[in-house]
């Protein structure tokens, strides 16, 4: 069975810095994109940042210029530095990777991590 972990998430004052981490794990054939979403209270789920299995980036308005998606293809592991953190970026953070199993690699699934808290303090 494939899963993501989270980790990195915590409480930081405003203009500081955090580095998130999500491992995939199981018995994976591929992964295509991979990226993270945050969730805020009484907001909808949205896209913070994702990167392609060659390496392209994508990232939301809101976050350019101050977070850094990268990821190991080797770990199947992809990072959020996150940099000049304000109050308005507290939220759950949670990993999504599109990939496919050993047992049918031409089927691909998307698959959510467990979330890790983000809080910014102002």
């Known amino acids: 069975q494939v899963q993501l972990v989270e980790s990195g998430g915590g409480l930081v004052q405003s203009g500081g810095s955090l580095r998130l981490s999500c491992a995939a794990s199981?018995?994976?054939?591929?992964?295509?994109?991979m990226g993270w979403y945050r969730q805020a209270p009484g907001k909808e789920r949205e896209l913070v940042a994702a990167?392609?299995?060659?390496?392209?980036?994508n990232y939301a308005d809101s976050v350019k210029g101050r977070f850094t998606i990268s990821r190991d293809n080797a770990k199947n592991t992809v990072y959020l530095q996150m940099d000049s953190l304000k109050p308005e970026d507290t939220a759950v953070y949670y990993c999504?990777?599109?990939?496919?199993?050993?047992?049918?690699?031409?089927?691909?699934?998307?698959?959510w991590g467990q979330g890790t808290l983000v809080t910014v303090s102002s």
């Open positions: 990167i392609t299995s060659g390496g392209s980036t």
């Open positions: 199981g018995s994976i054939f591929s992964i295509n994109a």
């Open positions: 999504n990777a599109d990939l496919s199993e050993l047992l049918l690699p031409s089927k691909y699934l998307e698959v």
